[in-house]
């Protein structure tokens, strides 16, 4: 489970930053940066807080919800960027995810010098110092918390999405290469635009030229 070691470490504010979305076949690659303001947030949501992949959606809904209004409260800081289709297909889907990285770090009110980033790599360009956690988000408040942020606003986008391509299902697999998904490719080709031209096996379902 995080906690906050990692932030007391530091002797100075940092964001943590998490990315969601690196491997679906469709839509945008999502980051959140997190900067917890004050440390003395409800139980009820530093008892939940922990790498989004192991909550359940209900669970990670109602923490998306609890971080705009604690937010409000003036007790954390956050900033949400992505990174879309034409982008991942002209960068590479690492320095897609790198370049929303950068963008929700400046969506930041605050300002903060540090931040520490959940995996191995530093993200090129990015503007202040920075340290990497491996599985960050099973160690650090803020970096799960920046990991719930980019989950949960991901889903919300692609399930957008799905009303306007219902045939994908992309509310229920957010883009990833379920079985439904391969097979509404294989029925109804990919979208330009929507799915990730650079991801196999997308290209051999993208309308010609």
């Known amino acids: 489970m995080p906690d906050f070691k990692i932030e007391n470490s530091y002797s100075e504010l940092v964001a943590g930053v998490d990315e969601a979305g690196r491997g679906p076949l469709a839509g945008p690659v999502v980051a959140g940066a997190v900067v917890i303001l004050d440390k003395n947030l409800p139980e009820d949501f530093l008892s939940h807080l922990d790498d989004s992949k192991k909550l359940t959606p209900a669970k ?3 923490l998306y919800a609890q971080l ?16 879309n289709v034409e982008e991942i ?5 690492l320095q897609a995810t790198f ?8 969506q930041l009110n605050v300002k903060v010098n540090r931040a520490i980033i959940d995996g191995n790599q530093h993200p090129k360009g990015f503007p202040v110092e920075n340290d990497t956690v491996v599985k960050g988000d099973a160690k650090s408040y803020s970096i799960a918390a920046a990991s719930i942020l980019a989950k949960v606003y991901r889903d919300h986008y692609m399930a957008d999405l799905a009303k306007k391509y219902p045939n994908y299902l992309f509310d229920k697999n957010a883009g990833y290469g379920t079985k439904a998904h391969l097979d509404a490719l294989k029925q109804y ?7 990730r031209e650079s991801f196999n096996p997308v290209p051999e379902f993208m309308p010609p030229k």
């Open 60 to 62: 990670r809904e109602k």
């Open 68 to 83: 705009f209004q604690l937010c409000e409260e003036g007790k954390v800081d956050f900033g949400i960027g992505e990174a």
């Open 89 to 93: 297909d002209h960068l590479n889907i």
């Open 99 to 106: 370049l929303a990285m950068n963008r929700a770090f400046s």
């Open 189 to 195: 080709g990919a979208v330009k635009g929507v799915h």
